[in-house]
């Protein structure tokens, strides 16, 4: 999965609490992204970082806080506010390129987390 | 806005037999197109990506995909299936300005021996 690790690869937690999912990545990538998939619905941008201690909301990024302190670390929180948090999380990286350049995500294996 | 539609759930074929997965894009300017593979519990898998130039691309383990500006479509494809190849493939789109891929809903591939 490219030299990106997410931990732990499976969670469970009560309703009412905080979570937050590791996402490290030794690609010396500037951007990172984390998604959401549920099933029949491919996967939804909860927020992306294009540098260090800068990051933007995606499309459903209600319920989640992430922080961006080191270039190769970006956690994800999924907190009480979030309505319905089991899902499969994937954390991604690519390089930054320019207007016109594009460049590829690179998938961690993923953190299913599963609160009741 | 971008958005990116796959309009098969499942394709079934045999093995041996030619592979397509349908994709079609809407995106403002010139598309930026990728296709990823995800197996089982796992992350996804860059399979190739369309920027500029040919529009037939090859990518990773055999697959194409060609780039159809008119119909606004990006079919990936494989010549002959593999029972490996079964897994759930998805398409997504960016434009040039625009730093956020945006996903179809994915294909299930199934390819019987």
Redesign the interface.
């Known amino acids: ?1 490219g030299g ?1 690790t ?1 931990s732990p690869k499976y969670l469970f937690r009560k309703e009412g609490q905080n979570v937050t999912l590791s996402c490290e990545q030794n690609l010396n990538h500037d ?1 990172m992204y984390w ?1 959401r998939q549920d099933p ?6 909860i927020y ?1 970082s ?1 540098i260090v201690n800068d990051f933007q909301k ?1 499309d459903i990024a209600e319920g989640y806080s992430v922080s961006r302190e080191k270039k190769e670390s970006f956690p994800l929180t999924v907190t009480s506010a979030q309505k319905n948090p089991t899902a499969f999380y ?1 954390c ?1 990286s690519s390089i ?1 390129g320019t ?4 460049y ?7 953190t ?1 987390l599963t609160v009741t | 806005a971008q958005s990116v539609a796959q309009p098969e759930d499942q394709v079934n074929v045999a093995e041996g037999n030619p592979l397509t997965v349908k994709c079609t894009y809407s995106v403002s300017g010139n598309p930026y197109l990728f296709w990823y593979v995800q197996y089982p519990n796992r992350g996804l898998q860059f399979l190739l990506k369309y920027i500029t130039g040919d529009n037939l691309v090859k990518g990773s383990y055999g697959f194409e995909a060609e780039f159809n500006k008119s119909q606004t479509s990006f079919h990936l494809k494989k010549p002959s299936a593999l029972v490996s190849d079964s897994a759930l493939y998805f398409c997504a789109v960016r434009g040039p300005n625009d730093y956020k891929l945006s996903f179809g809903a994915g294909t299930t591939v199934t390819v019987r021996a």
């Open positions: 999965d990106i997410q951007a998604y029949g619905q491919g996967l939804r941008l992306y294009q995606g994937l991604a930054t207007s016109g350049v594009a590829e995500q690179y998938f961690g294996p993923g299913r």
